[in-house]
């Protein structure tokens, strides 16, 4: 099956610097990559996704870089601010059938 | 406004029980899915279903059964069987098994087993 790998487990950043999330996968079959920040009492939302037929997709602050030939695909949040401390989770998907799950990134954005 | 409702929050079990986790969706959708969340493990697959009165066992179902009566409904059941029952239980749902489009998780729910 699947199997998601994330770098680092642990991010601190300072506020306005910018955040890098890394993931991997290793299955060439999977065609979609969400991403998810999950909060203490606000359970878990999608931020971002990409599919595999593009490279790289920007939502303001937050953009999504996919390497397919590499077999990685990577967060970036600029101008980090104390709101985006959270757990971000990546994931990889065939189809939409299964999804498998990175083991996550806790980013703290110290002020 | 939809959304997951898992209930309870926060629950406690003595060796040897079973323990039912629920989760309600008020969304339409037709998948729904049970994750365990381990520290350092991320999101494993524990059960999804994709229409009423059908489920799939995912990566770790061992000790767990589900249900799927309703459209709305997708109740966990965590058996003794289970070695390691605590964790952090999330319920997800998406329109349909084969959606590119977001999961919708539920808040969680952690149990402890005492």
């Known amino acids: 099956g699947e199997n998601v790998e994330q770098h680092p487990s642990t991010l601190s950043v300072q506020e306005g610097d910018s955040a890098v999330i890394k993931c991997t996968y290793s299955?060439?079959?999977?065609?979609?990559f969400p991403w998810y920040k999950q909060e203490l009492g606000k359970g878990s939302q999608l931020i971002i996704d990409?599919?595999?037929?593009?490279g790289e997709k920007k939502d303001q602050r937050i953009a999504v870089t996919l390497n397919k030939t590499a077999k990685h695909f990577s967060l970036h949040i600029t101008e980090t601010q104390p709101e985006d401390s959270a757990v971000y989770f990546c994931?990889?998907?065939?189809?939409?059938?299964?999804?498998?799950f990175g083991t996550g990134t806790s980013l703290t954005v110290i002020p | 406004d939809g959304g997951i409702t898992q209930s309870p929050k926060y629950l406690f079990r003595k060796e040897g029980q079973n323990v039912t986790l629920s989760c309600e969706q008020n969304?339409?959708?037709?998948?729904m899915y049970w994750y365990r969340q381990d520290p350092g493990q991320g999101l494993r697959l524990i059960y999804y279903?994709?229409?009423?009165?059908?489920?799939q066992k995912g990566d770790i179902a061992e000790g767990y059964s589900v249900s799927r009566e309703k459209k709305e409904s997708f109740p966990l059941t965590v058996t003794s069987a289970q070695k390691n029952p605590t964790a952090f239980y999330l319920c997800?749902?998406?329109?349909?098994?084969?959606?590119?489009?977001?999961?919708?998780f539920g808040e969680g729910s952690r149990l402890t087993v005492l």
């Open positions: 279903s994709q229409i009423v009165n059908d489920f």
């Open positions: 990409i599919r595999s037929n593009v």
């Open positions: 299955d060439s079959a999977s065609n979609y």
């Open positions: 969304l339409n959708h037709d998948a």
């Open positions: 997800a749902s998406a329109t349909r098994l084969g959606y590119t489009g977001e999961l919708f």
């Open positions: 994931a990889a998907s065939i189809a939409g059938n299964q999804f498998y």
